[in-house]
């Protein structure tokens, strides 16, 4: 007679694993999904950042003296509004390299202009003209995607 020595796991030794499992799970998928909320108001609130640069300019580049990245309002004297006048230059004038002035872009990436849940980024807070206000806002509608609620991200530009 054969003596055989058993092989597998026994079906407690099974549920075992399982429940361990389902315990990691718990714990994991909470803080992973923590961790992509807070990744997407990042990635968001840096695409406010460029658009912000790309209406304001960037003061840090400087090529022989004098500004090379006005922004839209140094280019145009005026804040865009919508924020697609950044990408398609529309009816705005043309840019006057004798004058430097008029439309001189695109200033940013058409993609640039949502925020990380898809949600256009929409600018207000500023007069009809867009050149006698001192400050404007950026705003992002946020996961929900619901503006004008508490989990909104809002950019506040002076100038």
């Known amino acids: 007679m054969r003596l055989s020595t058993p092989r597998g796991f026994t079906l407690i030794e099974i549920i075992l694993v399982l429940i361990l499992l389902g315990i990691i799970a718990a714990i994991a998928v909470p803080r992973y999904v923590d961790l992509t909320g807070a990744g997407k108001r990042n990635v968001t609130q840096e695409r406010m950042n460029n658009i912000r640069r790309a209406i304001m300019g960037d003061p840090t580049m400087v ?93 506040t530009v002076n100038f």
């Open 63 to 155: 090529v022989g003296g004098r500004f090379s990245q006005a922004g839209f309002r140094g280019d145009l004297n005026q804040l865009p509004n919508p924020l697609s006048q950044l990408t398609t230059q529309g009816v705005l004038p043309a840019w006057d390299k004798f004058t430097r002035r008029g439309w001189n872009g695109p200033y940013i990436d058409a993609g640039q202009l949502n925020d990380a849940w898809g949600n256009p980024i929409s600018i207000g807070g500023f007069d009809a003209n867009g050149v006698n206000g001192r400050t404007f806002t950026l705003r992002s509608a946020g996961p929900d995607g619901i503006a004008g609620n508490a989990d909104d991200i809002v950019l």
